[in-house]
């Protein structure tokens, strides 16, 4: 007796063009059914529910500016992960780049005071770029020196760099007013304007915007993005062919680390106003699979970002009023990853049934 | 197998097909690179399904939807790269995937088995070696093994020789005469016509996806063959001028290398190329070439010797100071080494040129666009659009491509490995000549190959390696085929004439 029916499955030529604009849609539909199921356990009429994470999200100013707020950070690694990525660089340490720019950024921006905001909103940018992309560099150079593997490194400098947040912020930076373990409130002049009055819209997202569009122009435009590409193709035939492979792979490496820098940046300035050792909830982890799902492409990354940043936002509203278990809404944000990963796999894939 | 017709994106691969495979015959199905040979056989093996027709075995239509389905229906199939788990040894690769009675495997009546069948068809191999200890034709008998062991009465082999040395090919073809007296039936696949008319019954022909011809072999010509499969008289021979010799450009001393297995490769070789000839370098593979060819590139280090370019000392140099010393390189590995297949045609046309189509940081796209058009038309590469990925190229087009990127960048020293190895006879013969073509503009050409006909036929000079070293250099005009041959197989040296 056959269980399961027996798949073939075919590589496109070309991925298909039309399920490519259909799979996001038809994924989140199907994910969305799947999902009801646990909504009707949980108590809650699904459609009710749906209605509730929608209008979390998008439905007001105040949800929708949250939902862009959440958007930022996940912007930020998303394109630091798909950058490596492009290169076959294998960065899974988005969130320990994080941290380190954030820890850099505030730094600087504590005893920043007496320094016009003009001028030190963006040094304390660039010192937080600077701090992500040096904590990147030790991988890097491990890897291409000793080609020691960068999963592992990047992975374990995520725990390395956190507990060193965390040493200094409840050791010898402990905040003198509050006692708690966070560093001083930074200075003024440094904080991230906001944009959309009434609003924690902060000038980060629009930093992440001008990250996206500077990904985009790298690898659609650049002789570096070219030479990206042909690494992560083929990392031999792209050295055959004369192109400076280590050093490559090192500048990605530090752009990518740098990006995830800004990330801490944007929440420092943008959010927190204070280093923090709760500084993010796991965006660098999160943008792994934005940018897997992203398809590593400039717009898909931003548009991942964001159908992310809508669930994380609208699920957690659905949480506030319907009352069902906060479990369950990290559940159905991985039922819609999932079925996302899926559709993506029948764009490149034919798969059919047979007998 | 009737009426067979499968379409891949843009392509008609097979066109109305009709095949009859006899009991007991080699069938030769013969074709250039693209005739739609191996999609057929595919088809058969239950790795594509045809959008029409049917296929019937022993009168009795069957449905073959995967390889499983193929393999009880008892067909197997020898593909080009061979489907063997390296770090298993024989015996285990030939019954990996059989189902057993019981949980424990009886590996000694396995192997009693193995070893009554190797007997019995000449397949000599032991059962207990590793699959990496093995030469490759080794590993071409575990597969053959392989699919006897599962009862194939229909074998599938697809460009079987390929790979294989002169003796390889020999013993291949005996063993394929036993298992035709076994009653067992062979589709042999190839595009050449020698091995063809020596080992096979019947032939069809394959042209753009169509049967243009069945015949028996024994009211056909190597020459009629050739005609029916390019649809023209192919030149055999090519014309020549005399060589106008110019200026040393490659000049190689005493130069040693290690093998990726870090024994040594390359002992102490020397030579040098001028401008207006090609210097030929034959040999059994692997023997060195592989190893001199990265050396000279920037691919492998030496441990001593010197190369110099252009009068430049390139010893252990990048590979983009090798290119920037306008050197031109083919390499033997198209897929590994020569390009990035995931990416559009354009990008490898200019992968090796991007850095002339700068604004500052930026790449001019439209102008290398320009470029890219330009060359791939020049060299006549066939691709609907250079946006495509290069991996919807044939292997034809794909050596094409890498040609016109080369060439297009007019280099003073060529070094061609392998420039035809498993091309048709249409693109063989165009490489050919293009590389004739340059020598002619008074480039200096190095061409490793291992078809003899190939180093015969273009070489002005032709060295020998063995083992790493270089066994002598003859002039082409003075070449006796003996002497090279005593020299292939280490058994004569010759001194420089």
């Known amino acids: 007796m056959q269980l399961l029916p027996k798949l073939s499955v075919e590589k496109r030529l070309l991925p298909s063009r039309r399920l490519t604009v259909a799979a996001p849609f038809v994924s989140t539909l199907v994910a969305l059914a799947i999902s009801a199921a646990p909504i009707y356990q949980g108590g809650v009429n699904p459609l009710y529910g749906y209605y509730q994470l929608l209008y979390g999200a998008l439905g007001n100013k105040l949800a929708l500016t949250e939902t862009f707020v959440m958007f930022a950070p996940l912007l930020f690694t998303g394109i630091s992960v798909a950058l490596a990525f492009t290169c076959k660089f294998w960065n899974i340490g988005a969130e320990g780049q994080l941290y380190a720019g954030g820890l850099f950024a505030a730094f600087f921006a504590v005893y920043a005071t007496s320094i016009p905001s003009v001028v030190a909103i963006p040094v304390m940018t660039v010192i937080g770029f600077l701090g992500g992309a040096g904590w990147a560099a030790i991988p890097a150079i491990l890897k291409v020196k000793l080609k020691v593997d960068e999963v592992v490194t990047t992975l374990l400098g995520n725990w390395v760099m956190y507990y060193a947040v965390s040493a200094i912020l409840f050791g010898p930076w402990r905040n003198p007013v509050t006692g708690w373990p966070e560093s001083p409130a930074i200075a003024e002049s440094t904080v991230y304007p906001i944009l959309v009055p009434g609003s924690r819209f902060h000038m980060g997202i629009v930093v992440g915007l001008i990250v996206a569009v500077a990904y985009y122009i790298i690898i659609k435009r650049t002789k570096w993005g070219f030479e990206l590409l042909a690494i992560g193709g083929n990392q031999r035939g792209a050295f055959a062919s004369g192109i400076n492979v280590p050093r490559q792979i090192i500048l990605a490496a530090l752009v990518s680390g740098g990006i995830a820098g800004l990330a801490g940046v944007s929440q420092v300035a943008g959010i927190h106003f204070h280093m923090k050792t709760d500084l993010s909830p796991g965006f660098g982890y999160t943008g792994v699979v934005i940018a897997m799902v992203g398809g590593l492409n400039p717009l898909g990354v931003v548009l991942a970002s964001f159908l992310m940043a809508v669930i994380v936002q609208g699920t957690q509203a659905m949480h506030r009023a319907t009352g069902v278990p906060w479990a369950l809404a990290e559940v159905i944000q991985g039922i819609i990853l999932l079925c996302l990963l899926v559709g993506i796999f029948y764009t490149k894939f034919k798969v059919r049934r047979v007998k | 197998m009737k009426g067979i017709v499968k379409t891949f994106p843009g392509v008609l691969a097979n066109d109305h097909v009709d095949f009859q495979l006899e009991r007991g015959e080699v069938h030769a199905l013969l074709g250039e690179n693209g005739a739609g040979k191996t999609t057929l056989m595919n088809i058969l093996y239950g790795l594509y399904r045809a959008d029409a027709g049917e296929i019937r075995i022993d009168g009795s239509p069957v449905i073959l939807d995967s390889p499983q389905d193929a393999i009880s229906m008892k067909i197997g199939m020898i593909h080009q790269h061979f489907m063997l788990v390296d770090a298993m040894n024989v015996l285990d690769n030939v019954i990996l995937g059989l189902k057993t009675k019981g949980v424990i495997i009886d590996e000694a009546s396995a192997e009693k088995r193995i ?376 058994a004569k040296r010759m001194e420089m004439s």
């Open chain 2, 115 to 490: 070893l009554e069948l190797a007997e019995a068809y000449g397949l000599k191999v032991d059962p207990r070696s590793m699959i990496w200890q093995l030469s490759v034709g080794e590993q071409q008998r575990v597969e053959i093994l392989k699919a006897i062991y599962r009862e194939a009465d229909i074998l599938i082999l697809d460009e079987p020789t390929a790979v294989l040395t002169p003796s390889e090919i020999k013993d291949l073809f005996r063993v394929l005469e036993r298992m035709k007296t076994e009653g067992k039936s062979i589709v042999y696949i190839s595009h050449k016509l020698e091995e063809v008319m020596e080992i096979s019954d019947r032939i069809t022909v394959l042209r753009a996806g169509r049967v243009v011809a069945k015949v028996n072999k024994k009211d056909t010509n190597k020459a009629e063959l050739a005609r029916m499969m390019v649809g023209r008289d192919v030149i055999f021979r090519l014309s020549k001028e005399d060589a106008r010799l110019g200026n040393t450009i490659l000049e190689v001393s005493g130069l040693s290398a290690l093998s990726d297995r870090k024994t040594v490769a390359l002992k102490n070789v020397s030579f040098a190329v001028r401008e207006g000839e090609i210097l030929g370098i034959a040999g059994v593979s692997g023997n060195g070439q592989r190893e001199l060819a990265e050396v000279l590139v920037g691919l492998r280090k030496a441990t001593t010797g010197v190369v110099r370019i252009a009068g430049n000392d390139a010893t252990n140099i990048m590979p983009r100071e090798i290119a920037d010393l306008n050197v031109g390189f083919i390499p033997e590995d198209r897929v590994g080494v020569g390009l990035v297949m995931n990416l559009p045609v354009l990008n490898n046309a200019i992968i090796k040129k991007y850095r002339d189509f700068s604004k500052g940081a930026l790449l001019d796209y439209p102008a290398a666009t320009d470029y890219a058009k330009k060359i791939v038309e020049e060299y006549d590469v066939k691709t609907p659009d250079i946006r495509y990925p290069t991996r919807t190229l044939s292997g034809g087009n794909l050596q094409k491509l890498i040609l016109a990127r080369e060439l297009a960048r007019d280099p003073r020293l060529l070094i061609a490995c392998q420039p035809t190895r498993g091309l048709d006879v249409g693109a063989t013969e165009y490489i050919r000549a293009k590389l004739l073509d340059e020598r002619s503009r008074g480039r200096a050409i190095l061409l490793i190959s291992e078809d003899l006909d190939e180093i015969l036929s273009l070489s002005d000079r032709i060295a020998v390696m063995y083992e790493g070293q270089l066994m002598g250099v003859v002039a082409a005009e003075h070449a006796n085929i003996e002497d090279i041959g005593m020299m292939m197989a280490g």
